[in-house]
């Protein structure tokens, strides 16, 4: 069965540092998404992409978050200046189409900031 | 956006059915009912959604109220496995995110 993966498993960066967190989708899916959960809390949506286009972006989701498909494969979640408050678990979710369609999450990266 | 509401935990016995419910008594008509669950340090995981008719599938079966207010997840035999916590999200067809809540988490007991 066709599944999302995701690199690395786990991060531990300095505070300020850049990260990038990598996720390769489902092959045939157009629909691209980034998810996070702090230890213990909700899954919170950060960001959606379809079309090399960012469709819908969370408060969260601010001018230190980006997102790109860099090779037509990849799909990436950069954080350029990490905070604390950024370590979390990060996952990357793919689907066929938008809207109805059900996601396909991948394991998730472990993001731990010092 | 539309809420859901779930119990905060559940037990049920192995190789029992479960019926986990929800209610979303805001719902609008072009809202659709997903369930997710995540299972212990896993991503989450679709199991399965619907509009207005029942839906079965090989993971679950999905039970909407008559006045869509209401709906229940039934797992008809559980195992240890599906030990998680299952979520009821609303979402529209133009609306790409899902909004969690804090789920409901199921105990299955040997």
């Known amino acids: 069965e066709p599944e999302v993966t995701q690199t690395p498993s786990h991060q531990v960066t300095q505070m300020g540092q850049e990260v990038i967190l990598r996720c390769v989708p489902i092959?045939?899916?157009?629909?691209f998404y980034w998810y996070r959960q702090i230890l213990g809390q909700k899954v919170e949506f950060l960001v959606s992409?379809?079309?090399?286009?960012?469709?819908?972006k969370s408060e969260i989701f601010d001018d230190q978050f980006s997102v790109e498909r860099p090779d037509g494969s990849n799909f990436t979640l950069k954080i350029r200046s990490t905070k604390l408050e950024d370590s979390a678990m990060y996952f990357c979710a793919t689907s066929s189409s938008g809207g109805l369609r059900e996601q396909y999450f991948g394991p998730g990266t472990r993001l731990t900031v010092t | 956006d539309a809420k859901t509401t779930q119990p905060n935990s559940m037990e049920s016995n192995e190789e029992e059915p479960v019926h986990l419910p929800c209610n979303h008594s805001?719902?609008?008509?072009?809202?659709?009912i997903h369930w997710y669950r995540q299972l212990p340090s896993q991503g989450p995981e679709y199991v399965i959604h619907g509009l207005t008719s029942n839906v079965n599938n090989r993971m679950a079966s999905l039970a909407i109220a008559e006045d869509r207010k209401s709906s229940t997840l039934i797992l008809h035999r559980a195992t240890l496995r599906d030990a998680a916590v299952y979520y009821c999200?609303?979402?529209?067809?133009?609306?790409?995110?899902?909004?969690w809540g804090a789920g409901t988490k199921l105990i299955i007991k040997p």
């Open positions: 999200i609303l979402t529209m067809d133009s609306n790409y995110q899902l909004i």
């Open positions: 992409f379809y079309n090399n286009e960012i469709s819908e």
């Open positions: 092959s045939n899916h157009l629909y």
């Open positions: 805001t719902i609008s008509g072009t809202d659709y």
